[in-house]
T-cell receptor, first 113, second 114 residues
Framework: QKEVEQDPGPLSVPEGAIVSLNCTYS??????FMWYRQYSRKGPELLMY????GNKEDGRFTAQVDKSSKYISLFIRDSQPSDSATYLC?????????????FGQGTRLTINP | DTAVSQTPKYLVTQMGNDKSIKCEQN?????MYWYKQDSKKFLKIMFS???????INETVPNRFSPKSPDKAHLNLHINSLELGDSAVYFC?????????????FGPGTRLTVL
């Protein structure tokens, strides 16, 4: 069993829809929870991170963490075609000062105009 | 200016060859990483260096040898390349610390082994 599980999709929705992306994890030692966005042929870029259970909002994006269920989500409101990308959840624990990121497989999202 | 840069962007080579990928960051970070992303987009950490010292070394064949001449550079040398080494390799950097520090990724090097 992988430490982090993420449905790879692909997921295709119309513009303006609310998108929900999810990951589950098995390692209770994870301290930080992140969502990265990766456009085609580019490196991942951080969208949001959080370290506690609950919701964190940033514009159209909301990250949700439920540590008791080992489940994290990313919601995208009013989705735009420019949101089309692969979304990677990632979790980490600090080891000797370095962040060992463990990624989910990524969900490929397409927003149709 | 690109914060984390990698060269080359594309690398096509024959099985059995030896190749290197270079990474440089100008963010002033002291910790650098190598990740491998396979054809299914699964991104996995390989190594991490802090100030030229190896601190994370995942289960990677010893054909892969990272080298950090200084804290702004982390190169990856691969010996005796195999078909399964074909992937996109990403370099990343961050500050070292006991709490969260964002990792910044480079644009990737797409390695194809024929």
């Amino acid at each position: 069993q992988k430490e982090v599980e993420q449905d790879p999709g692909p997921l295709s929705v119309p513009e303006g829809a609310i998108v929900s992306l999810n990951c589950t994890y098995s390692n209770s030692a994870f301290q930080y929870f992140m969502w990265y966005r990766q456009y085609s042929r580019k490196g991942p870029e951080l969208l949001m991170y959080t370290y506690s259970s609950g919701n964190k909002e940033d514009g159209r994006f909301t990250a949700q963490v439920d540590k008791s269920s080992k489940y994290i989500s990313l919601f995208i409101r009013d989705s735009q075609p420019s949101d089309s990308a692969t979304y990677l959840c990632a979790m980490s624990a600090v080891r000797q000062g370095a962040q060992k990121l463990v990624f989910g497989q990524g969900t490929r999202l397409t927003i149709n105009p | 200016d690109t914060a984390v840069s990698q060269t080359p962007k594309y690398l096509v080579t024959q099985m059995g060859n030896d190749k290197s990928i270079k990474c440089e960051q100008n963010l002033g970070h002291d910790t650098m990483y190598w990740y491998k992303q396979d054809s299914k987009k699964f991104l996995k950490i390989m190594f991490s260096y802090n100030n030229k010292e190896l601190i994370i070394n995942e289960t990677v064949p010893n054909r892969f040898s990272p080298k950090s001449p200084d804290k702004a550079h982390l190169n990856l040398h691969i010996n005796s390349l195999e078909l399964g080494d074909s992937a996109v390799y990403f370099c990343a950097s961050s500050y070292k610390g006991r709490s969260y520090n964002e990792q910044f990724f480079g644009p990737g090097t797409r390695l194809t082994v024929l």
